[in-house]
């Protein structure tokens, strides 16, 4: 079946400190693969995506993720956060075959200490 | 802007009763899904709908059920609530390709079984 796995459930950073999530998936086909966003209060929105190219996606706010193929994952980043980066952090699976169903993972909270 | 409403963001229900949650978007996407997301689970796939009139049982259908009359609208039906039913309820969006596709998300309504 289907997996995602993000093994950080919550972690906390000083602002300016580097950030980088893991997230492992288990499909061996092709696949989409996203990272979402949410802030408190507030709904899910999406933060990057990848589908094909580049395996290094850039997406808002200054984050970027790679996707290594070899190894399942798809590790978000950003170099430097800041206090309004406090969320928590969901990535998500989709097959490009067959159903247009995401698979998420539990989810990351972020907590930046200002 | 893609936009996805969900009719309540606060519900309260007793068990047993019948609960409908219901979910409008407006860019005319074809696929729409129902979610819910708990602490330390992420979201997890109730049902999802390709078209008007057809639905796919998710990852947790049990004591759900959904409705699709119109492109536009998904509903979520909760037969007779169970207090174990006390969640975010999430509902989303997409086009029907299955690359570059992305799920538009709702602000969600946080449901409380008593």
């Known amino acids: 079946a289907q997996s995602v796995s993000q093994h950080n459930h919550h972690v906390i950073l000083s602002e300016a400190a580097s950030l980088e999530l893991g997230c492992n998936y288990s499909y061996g086909g092709t696949v989409n693969l996203f990272w979402y966003v949410q802030y408190p209060g507030q709904h899910l929105q999406l933060l990057l995506k990848y589908f094909s190219g580049d395996p290094l996606v850039k997406g808002i706010k200054g984050f970027e993720a790679e996707f290594i193929k070899s190894k399942f994952s798809f590790n978000l980043r950003k170099p430097s956060v800041q206090w309004s980066d406090t969320a928590e952090y969901f990535c998500?699976?989709?097959?490009?075959?067959?159903?247009?169903?995401?698979?998420f993972g539990t989810g990351t909270r972020l907590t930046v200490i200002p | 802007d893609v936009k996805v409403t969900q009719s309540s963001r606060y519900l309260v229900k007793r068990t047993g009763e019948k609960v409908f949650l219901e979910c409008v978007q407006d860019m005319d996407h074809e696929n729409m899904f129902w979610y819910r997301q708990d602490p330390g689970l992420g979201l997890r796939l109730i049902y999802f709908s390709y078209d008007v009139k057809m639905k796919e049982k998710g990852d947790i259908p049990e004591g759900y059920s959904v409705s699709r009359e119109k492109k536009e609208r998904f509903s979520l039906i909760l037969e007779s609530a169970s207090t174990n039913q006390t969640s975010m309820y999430l509902c989303a969006s997409s086009l029907p390709t299955a690359v570059n596709n992305e799920q538009f998300f709702g602000p969600g309504t946080r449901l409380t079984v008593l």
């Open positions: 998500a699976v989709m097959r490009q075959t067959g159903a247009n169903n995401l698979f």
